[in-house]
């Protein structure tokens, strides 16, 4: 089959490979009729996650067709049309049957390496570093999806492939970000990022009733598709923002700020994501937390820090004393998608959201390694990049 | 289509180009020059004819150093063109060479000049080559989005329209009760 394959830094070849097959009586196979590339896979083209492995196929937005199902898997029959959550769950663990999918205690093949990095072993997930299972990630024709009665989504008929796709990552996260801020109708949201994650963590912040959402970025065609929704917008190169932020709530700040960007946050004037640009270069830093910084700073005294973008490893200069004086809440972690996934898809069906919107550019499988180039790039206005294998 | 830009050699199923690849082995020969320059800048500056200029010699190779880390990063073009600046100043300083010393180290001087020649051209048509990949892949920036929104009903109807959601005990951070008012103003405690 056709699959793209990490081989190292920014290098992404879409090679020939042998098909999936059934390896555990819990699998199944799916035939993969649509995937997509996400943000936090530039975090692994840019080798800022550790662990990867030459040979690794990514991607872990895919939902497909069921092809093959292994001998205890009874919830699932050839034909039937699932996403696939990136969180790899099976569904009997204490952390599976509290809701915590992304951190299933059984999912996780390579859990001794993990317990050693993070202290606790996090769920496998899909394409995503053998820190987290080394399991084949989605963006290929076919994948061998583990644990399977208790790692798919149902799709109804209804739903296109466009409407449910993001079902697997980007819209339950951008819906927890927003459910992890317990949104008020008085609050103001301030959303730091207006990538695809941002955009859902805008539309969540509105379908859950925010006073006021504020979408932070730099880039023209994100913040017309951010104000589309609803939110008022803050060009960082153009105006301070803490200032409009304080502006915009008579001086208190937003009681609920999300950090939609994460480890790649983009050099600005200031002097502090200067600073982390030179440091993660000369290996001294992994992350480069400047929204964390500037949430921390505007933030509204006892207010919450939700922070779905991805970190890797160790950030510099936290203002803790000011996070701690303030009594703010931080509330993170990787999206426990299945948690959420039945009402949004129920939403979705409804006409509340059709997440379709955010797909800017469709292409071929085979044209992935250069749509990666694209996407990082911000080429051609891309923020979404859908791929049919 | 310029001779750089077919340097670029874009392949839809390969993310990096020739290019990148070029622009990498910069990287990592800017890096060792640069600590060859700052671990001997005396063997250096013997065979070069640059002797009594090993301050200038491990200069250099900081700057070496600090280019080969940049042209290794995700943005390697300025740090290419930086070599190319450096380059210039290094022919300089090589021509200089040629005046003075024995026959011998004007002879490495002369090879060392034709050498930093070859890697200056190198890095000239790597330099912009990277420059025309950026260009000619931009396409249309700042496009505008703004029919997405992305809510069948529309945006107004969709503000709160997910207010039956319960939030999970465990993310409920705000006090139900609307914090009490004096003379119709909030004050502090």
């Known amino acids: 089959m056709k ?6 830094k920014q290098d992404i070849r879409c090679d020939t490979i042998p098909d999936p097959e059934i390896e555990d009586p819990k699998d199944a196979i799916i035939k993969v009729t649509s995937c997509a590339i996400c943000g936090s896979d530039l975090h692994l083209f840019h080798n800022y996650i550790p662990a990867m492995m030459p040979g690794d196929v990514i991607g872990h937005e895919m939902m497909g067709e069921v092809v093959e199902t292994g001998s205890d898997v009874s919830k699932l029959k050839k034909g039937d049309r699932i996403v696939i959550p990136f969180t790899i769950n099976c569904d009997e663990c204490d952390q599976c049957r509290r809701g915590n999918y992304s951190l299933c205690e059984r999912s996780n093949r390579n859990k001794a390496m993990a317990d050693k990095v993070f202290g606790h072993a996090t769920a496998g997930l899909f394409g995503y570093t053998h820190l987290t299972g080394g399991y084949q990630g989605g963006q290929a024709e076919y994948l061998r999806v583990p644990f399977a009665e208790g790692t798919h989504i149902p799709v109804p008929d209804s739903l296109t492939d466009e409407q449910a796709l993001f079902l697997g990552d980007i819209f339950p996260t951008g819906w927890q970000a927003a459910v992890q801020c317990d949104i008020q109708p008085t609050d103001t949201v301030a959303i730091w990022g207006a990538g695809p994650v941002g955009q859902m963590a805008i539309r969540s912040a509105i379908l859950l009733g925010a006073k006021q959402v504020v979408a932070i970025d730099r880039l023209p065609e ?9 939110a008022i917008t ?10 409009r932020l304080n502006d915009l709530t008579q001086g208190k700040g937003p009681e609920k700020c999300i950090d939609c960007v994460g480890l790649e946050a983009h050099a600005t004037g200031h002097i502090d ?9 000369t290996m001294m830093e992994s992350d480069r937390p400047h929204v964390l910084r500037e949430m921390i700073y505007v933030c509204r005294g006892a207010g919450v820090l939700s922070i779905p973008g991805v970190y890797g490893g160790l950030v510099d200069k936290i203002p803790f004393g000011m996070a701690m004086n303030k009594g703010l809440t931080f509330r993170m972690g990787q999206t426990h998608v299945r948690r959420w996934t039945k009402d949004l898809t129920r939403r979705i069906e409804e006409g509340q959201i059709d997440p379709s919107f955010v797909i800017t550019h469709t292409a071929r499988l085979e044209e992935g390694p250069g749509m990666y180039r694209t996407f990082e790039q911000k080429n051609d206005s891309c923020i979404k990049v859908m791929l049919k294998p | 289509m310029n001779i750089a830009s077919t340097l670029v050699t874009s392949r839809p199923d390969r993310s990096l180009t020739l290019t990148d690849r070029v622009a990498r082995g910069l990287g990592w020969f800017s890096l060792g020059l640069g600590l060859a320059e700052i671990v001997a800048p005396g063997k250096l500056g013997r065979a070069l004819g640059l002797e009594g200029k090993e301050t200038l010699l491990r200069a250099y190779g900081g700057r070496e150093i600090g280019a080969g880390i940049w042209a290794l990063s995700d943005t390697p073009a300025p740090a290419i063109w930086a070599r190319v600046a450096g380059d210039i100043v290094d022919l300089g300083t090589l021509a200089a060479g040629l005046r003075g010393g024995d026959d011998s180290q004007r002879r490495n001087a002369f090879i060392a000049l034709a050498a930093v020649g070859g890697i200056t051209l190198v890095d000239l048509l790597t330099a912009m080559s990277l420059s025309a990949e950026t260009t000619e892949n931009k396409g249309e920036t700042g496009r505008d989005y703004s029919d997405r929104s992305g809510f069948p009903g529309g945006a107004d109807k969709a503000r709160g329209a997910a207010r039956d959601f319960k939030t999970p005990a465990e993310y409920r951070s705000t006090p139900v009760e609307e914090p009490k008012r004096v003379s119709g103003e909030l004050e502090p405690a």
């Open chain 1, 273 to 281: 994501s200067m600073m982390d640009r030179v440091k993660q270069a």
């Open chain 1, 234 to 243: 803050i060009n960082f190169e153009d105006e301070s923002v803490v200032e």
């Open chain 1, 222 to 230: 994100r913040l017309s598709m951010a104000e589309a929704a609803g």
């Open chain 1, 3 to 8: 699959a793209l394959v990490w081989h190292g």
